[in-house]
């Protein structure tokens, strides 16, 4: 198809449809000018670009429209016309933004209303009084605004963008089809004068409006008609809460953002009134359907999505698929968020786990340490106990290497390690039997059992922190209450000075860095306990009185 500028089109597409309003069908031209005003029409229609190349379907419309347009010609036929050219150019005055366009588009709306009401419908009615009234201004003055059209330059006139809004177009042209033939029949009936009839069903049409827009928007508590209709306008081909929960579906089920967005481009697809389209993302894109020459492109959250549509889209639907697009977006966004959390808690379980392994090590260097120190302060004649020393603690030692490296490997998901308290208690005793630390404990019954990893990474860390204050205060005492019970608990004081305030309100919320190794093993041993339903807890902190209290939750 050509394309025109649309104001030459317009101005001289009311021309030729003038000559043959003014002449009436019966004219030996009618036929000829019809024919030039209908082709007038179909290159500044705003359906379909001039530049489009038209299909089968539209192609046999157009030719359809023109058979009918000859083959029924009359008044009536012209009056139906007429009201399809008010819809067409109400419409476009609805979409259009430029000042001079919407004046262009209110003059000819105007000018046609005036054809139909002052010239075709008196035709219909035969009032030949009132057709004479009107001869002078049909003839006359009418003829300038398709004239003056003529004139209107526009620099968009080179490339036509113009959007036709068919909810609104079709209103007007109901609209139009009440008032002719309300104001038909009433004239048919009363014979009244054909203006006062006229101006009856003019004043009819307000009033409904006027009711209906107030209905439209209440402020006495009511809905309102536009919250009712809205929940349909805004479903365009399907409803918009179905399509909702499938796309919520979606990124539920969806393992990654990528996935979710190649899952939600098919249900975009399956929309009725989208023929394909293309997103795109800073790390990976995609395409579904076909290409077509209506297309809109949104921005949200870093996706970047370009819908091709089967017509040119109206202002109603460019909302529609901007709330699509942002939800998208927002859905999208919720997946890269949830793929980062998901990232983040497997680095932080890797660092728990490498901390926690780092700490044990370090006890047991500690531990290795001590007996070095006794191998190399012993004499000949203490060569006896330092063997039974040996023997007590190596296969200790050698165990809890052994569980340490064990923790290295692959986790298995499953209840924590548990060991019988006795033998748990005795084997502590043992391991610190030479570091002057003092153990007590209530009546144990047999069978009772405890998370042995637990209780020594706590036992280790909070011992190991005691030992340490001892090098700056020789005379602490130290002492290990192990508690019985259905669930066992542990309880660890000294009688040296209180841990500064500070530093106790943060212990086990975060690594605190400490020259004497206070903080990132007590935070990690706070951890560990949390996630064996127990709690690690500072019972009391004051001079004489420090203490560290492990108990079930």
């Known amino acids: 198809m050509l394309s025109i500028p649309q104001y030459w ?4 597409m009311l021309l030729a449809l003038h000559a043959v309003l003014i002449n009436g069908p019966a004219w030996s031209w009618a036929d000829a000018l019809l024919m030039v005003h209908y082709g007038l029409f179909l290159l500044w229609q705003p359906i379909w670009r001039g530049e489009q190349r038209l299909d089968f379907l539209p192609a046999l419309l157009f030719v359809a429209g023109g058979a009918v347009l000859l083959g029924l010609l009359s008044w009536w036929l012209l009056a139906f016309w007429l009201a399809v050219l008010i819809g067409v150019l109400g419409g476009r005055l609805f979409s259009s933004r430029a000042r001079r366009e919407r004046i262009a588009n209110m003059v000819a709306v105007g000018y046609l209303l005036t054809m139909l009401l002052a010239w075709v419908e008196p035709h219909l009615l035969k009032l030949t009084g009132t057709l004479s009234s009107a001869q002078w201004l049909v003839q006359y003055a009418l003829p300038a605004i398709p004239v003056g059209l003529l004139f209107v330059r526009d620099e968009r006139d ?46 009819a049409i307000a ?5 209906l827009s107030w209905l439209w928007n209440p402020r006495a508590g009511f809905t309102g008609l536009g919250a009712l209709l809205s929940r349909y306008l805004l479903s365009v081909g399907m409803p918009f809460e179905k399509w909702l929960q ?19 481009a098919e249900e975009v697809a399956s929309l009725p009134w989208v023929s394909g389209g293309t997103w795109q993302t800073d790390t990976s894109g995609g395409k579904f359907g076909e290409t077509s020459p209506h297309e ?43 793929e980062q959390l998901r990232s983040s808690a497997y680095l932080q379980a890797v660092y728990e786990t490498g901390a926690r392994m780092t700490h044990d090590i370090k006890n047991l260097l500690q531990s290795l340490t001590t007996l070095c120190s006794a191998a190399e302060h012993t004499e000949d004649g203490d060569q006896a106990r330092l063997v039974a020393l040996m023997r007590r603690q190596l296969p200790q030692l050698t165990q809890r290497l052994q569980i340490t490296m064990d923790k290295l490997q692959t986790p298995q998901s499953g209840p924590a390690s548990t060991m019988n ?17 003092e153990f007590s404990s209530e009546k144990i019954m047999p069978g009772t059992v405890l998370p042995a990893e637990l209780f020594d990474s706590v036992a280790d860390n909070v011992l190991q922190n005691a030992l340490e204050k001892r090098k700056s205060q ?18 660890i004081e000294d009688d040296g000075v209180a841990i500064p305030a500070a530093t106790a309100q943060t212990l ?31 019972g009391s902190n004051r001079p004489g009185a420090v203490k560290f209290e492990l108990n079930p939750r």
């Open 474 to 491: 020789p005379d602490l005492n130290i002492l290990v209450i192990l508690h019985a019970g259905n669930a066992p608990g542990l309880s």
């Open 508 to 538: 086990f919320k975060s690594p605190l860095p400490s020259a004497s190794g206070l903080g990132i093993g007590l935070y990690q041993a706070a951890r560990h306990a949390q996630q064996q339903d127990y709690q690690l807890v500072l």
């Open 246 to 264: 499938r796309i919520a579906l979606l990124a539920e089920t969806s393992s990654s953002a990528t996935h979710f967005l190649h899952a939600s």
């Open 9 to 12: 089109g317009m101005g001289t």
């Open 296 to 338: 809109a492109t949104f921005s949200y959250h870093g996706l970047r999505l370009t819908l091709y549509t089967r017509n040119t889209l109206s202002p109603a639907l460019t909302l529609h698929i901007k709330l699509l697009a942002q939800l998208l977006g927002e859905f999208h966004e919720a997946k890269l968020r949830e």
């Open 421 to 437: 308290a006795i033998t748990w208690w005795n084997r502590l005793r043992q391991r610190y039997r030479d570091a002057g630390v």
């Open 207 to 211: 009033g409904v409006l006027v009711a």
């Open 158 to 203: 080179r490339s036509p963008t113009v959007t036709l809004d068919f909810f609104y177009s079709l209103l007007l042209f109901l609209l139009v089809v009440i008032l002719v033939l309300g104001s038909f029949i009433i004239e048919t009936v009363i014979r009244e004068d054909y203006v006062l009839v006229l101006m009856r069903a003019m004043f």
